[in-house]
């Protein structure tokens, strides 16, 4: 065998076990769970003031906020929720958070300083695919917080116009 030959199966069965390794990680996961752990992270750096500061009534709106996300998910075609499950699972496995993210420890232990320039890089990065994961992230979150009438006074807004 050459040298050369001998390099391209290395490599290949490299990729192979590479793409298996993370094809293993992604099978078995729980998605309800990857994606609670990212949504208990993004929902407070996303509705940054507009959350009440008091802990308990904050606790009850960032419980509010993910259900709120939560809903929003359930009513998306099953294609799209298909890539929800997936965008957040490669957020939460370690090796694929800490190549898209940048962050080494999970979610759940990341400061709101590190996930808030997280959103903002992916938010004006040049792979528009980060920028489209950006996108859906925060339309979920603040979508279906300000889809609920009683945070609408916040926005000044008064409703829809009566008829």
Same mark, same amino acid.
């Given at each position: 065998?050459? /040298?050369?030959?001998?390099?391209? @199966?290395?490599?290949?069965? +490299?990729?192979?076990? #590479?793409?298996? %390794? #993370? $094809?293993? *990680?992604?099978?078995?996961?729980?998605? @309800? =769970?990857? /994606? /609670?752990? @990212?949504?208990?992270?993004?929902?407070? @750096?996303?509705?940054? %003031?507009?959350?009440?500061?008091? !802990?308990?009534?904050?606790?009850? !709106?960032?419980?509010?906020a993910r259900a709120a996300a939560e809903? !929003?998910? #359930? =009513?998306?075609?099953? =294609?799209?929720?298909?890539?929800?499950?997936?965008?957040?699972?490669?957020? #939460?496995?370690?090796?694929?958070?800490? $190549?898209?993210? +940048?962050?080494?420890?999970? *979610?759940?232990?990341? =400061?709101?300083a590190e996930v808030a320039a997280v959103?903002?890089?992916? /938010?004006?990065?040049?792979?528009?695919?980060?920028?489209?994961?950006?996108?859906a992230l925060h339309d979920l979150i603040? %979508? +279906? *917080?300000?889809?609920?009438?009683?945070? *609408?006074?916040?926005? %000044?807004?008064?409703?829809?116009?009566?008829?």
């Open positions: 065998m050459q /040298r050369r030959t001998f390099i391209k @199966v290395g490599l290949a069965g +490299g990729t192979v076990l #590479a793409a298996a %390794g #993370a $094809a293993s *990680w992604l099978i078995g996961r729980d998605p @309800v =769970a990857d /994606r /609670r752990e @990212v949504l208990d992270a993004l929902i407070p @750096v996303v509705l940054d %003031g507009a959350l009440p500061a008091e !802990a308990p009534r904050r606790d009850a !709106a960032l419980a509010q809903t !929003a998910i #359930a =009513a998306l075609a099953p =294609a799209s929720q298909d890539e929800l499950a997936q965008l957040f699972a490669l957020m #939460a496995i370690p090796p694929s958070r800490l $190549a898209l993210a +940048g962050l080494s420890q999970p *979610w759940r232990d990341a =400061a709101p959103l903002q890089s992916w /938010r004006t990065h040049r792979i528009a695919l980060l920028q489209s994961a950006y996108l603040a %979508g +279906g *917080w300000y889809a609920d009438p009683s945070h *609408w006074a916040a926005l %000044g807004y008064d409703g829809p116009p009566r008829l």
